[in-house]
Every structure is written in structure tokens, then in C-alpha cells.
């Protein structure tokens, strides 16, 4: 049981390129969200699937993509970076329904534009 | 204004010590209260959840939460070296899937042996 994985762990981008952050969790949880943390800004969310096949906007959705490939699987696309897209992003995933459920963060991806 | 401040700290302390770390909030909407810790370089994993006011204890931590005063603390008993870390305040109006979970921007606590 790994939890939740993301690939790469780091990642240096060029203005303009475009790459795809990828994020699976093994737990059969109904929700999946991507976060992204900045120094003094805590964690912002981006964008978050409720369950499979829906995904809805967060507080910081501009410049970014999402798929919600199957239940597993989460992605999270950068189509042209810009350098205020540096950042660390944080995968995350909960069973979702009840008062006592918990959100379970990825290990995170480190990303910097140049 | 952020809907949720926090310190960032850092907070120096020696071992041994009780830390208290808190955080205020505007939303009075606001009934789930969590605290994650954050090891350098990994992901926040959940400390504490507390719903509406009241205390939660659990080991060397307590939560408290004083809705009255949109103020909410946690305290950490005979704080270790291990405890070193960020810890975030989280709070969310509610526990669907949907309901945004608004974070603290994080203290950065330090135990000196």
C-alpha cells in the first residue's frame, strides 16, 4: 500500500514548456486534489475531482489543466509555464462522505521555471 | 485579510518544553479544525481533528478550539527533537468531498535537545 505517488519529485521547466504532473493513489478514495504551497502562502488548492469523471475549479485554478484519468489517477498539466508557476504541488486524496475522513498528501513535486 | 492567519514563526524551544502554536480565522462558517505536520522536504500528514469548540487530546498533543473567538491552538507536552517541523492549521465548513479544506500558511517549530 503506497498511499499517494507523484511523478517527477522535481522538475525544471523553461517559460512556455508545458508538463504534466501525474498522481495516483492506491486506497480506492473517491476524491483526488491538487494543492500548491508557496513560502508564507500556505497551501493553495488548484483544482479537485469530487469523484471520477468531475472535476471542479480550486482558489488558484489559472494556467493549469486537470484529467481525471480513472479513480486512481489525478493529473495536473502545465500548458505554457510561466516562472510564477514555481512552486512546490502537492497531490492529495480522501475516501470523502463522512466527518472523520481524512485528506492523505502525496510526497510532492518541485517545480521551477525559469 | 487571509481567511486563515497563522505565524510563521520560527518558534525555537528547548526540550522538554510545552509549545503552543495557534491560529485565528475569519469565517465563522468554519466547523472542522484539523492540524497537519509537515517534515522538511515531505508532505503534511493529519495530526489532530477536532469538529465544532471543545478539546481533543491525543498523547502529547491537544487540540483546542474556541469557536466564540475563531481561535484555535494546538499544544504539544514535552516536546521531543522529532516535533521539529511546520505545522498547518486547516479548516473546512464542511466534510464532503467538496468542501475546500482553507490551510494556514504553517509555524516552523524547533526543539533544541
Known amino acids: 500500500n503506497a498511499g499517494v505517488t507523484q511523478t517527477p519529485k522535481f522538475q525544471v521547466l523553461k517559460t512556455g514548456q508545458s508538463m504534466t504532473l501525474q498522481c495516483a493513489q492506491d486506497?480506492?478514495?473517491?476524491?483526488m486534489y491538487w494543492y500548491r504551497q508557496d513560502p508564507g502562502m500556505g497551501l493553495r488548492l488548484i483544482y479537485y475531482?469530487?469523484?471520477?469523471?468531475?472535476?471542479d475549479k480550486g482558489e488558484v485554478p489559472n494556467g493549469y489543466n486537470v484529467s481525471r484519468l480513472n479513480k486512481r489517477e489525478f493529473s495536473l498539466r502545465l500548458e505554457s509555464a510561466a516562472p510564477s508557476q514555481t512552486s512546490v504541488y502537492f497531490c492529495?486524496?480522501?475516501?470523502?462522505?463522512?466527518?472523520?475522513?481524512?485528506?492523505?498528501f502525496g510526497p510532492g513535486t518541485r517545480l521551477t521555471v525559469l | 485579510q487571509k481567511e486563515v492567519e497563522q505565524d510563521p514563526g520560527p518558534l525555537s524551544v528547548p526540550e522538554g518544553a510545552i509549545v503552543s502554536l495557534n491560529c485565528t480565522y475569519s469565517?465563522?462558517?468554519?466547523?472542522?479544525f484539523m492540524w497537519y505536520r509537515q517534515y522538511s522536504r515531505k508532505g503534511p500528514e493529519l495530526l489532530m481533528y477536532?469538529?465544532?469548540?471543545g478539546n481533543k487530546e491525543d498523547g502529547r498533543f491537544t487540540a483546542q478550539v474556541d469557536k466564540s473567538s475563531k481561535y484555535i491552538s494546538l499544544f504539544i507536552r514535552d516536546s521531543q527533537p522529532s516535533d521539529s517541523a511546520t505545522y498547518l492549521c486547516?479548516?473546512?465548513?464542511?466534510?464532503?468531498?467538496?468542501?475546500?479544506?482553507?490551510f494556514g500558511s504553517g509555524t516552523r517549530l524547533s526543539i533544541r535537545p
Open positions: 492529495a486524496s480522501i475516501r470523502a462522505g463522512t466527518s472523520t475522513d481524512t485528506q492523505y
Open positions: 486506497m480506492n478514495h473517491n476524491s
Open positions: 475531482s469530487a469523484s471520477e469523471g468531475t472535476t
Open positions: 469565517n465563522s462558517a468554519f466547523q472542522y
Open positions: 477536532t469538529y465544532s469548540s
Open positions: 486547516a479548516m473546512s465548513a464542511g466534510y464532503s468531498s467538496a468542501s475546500k479544506i482553507i
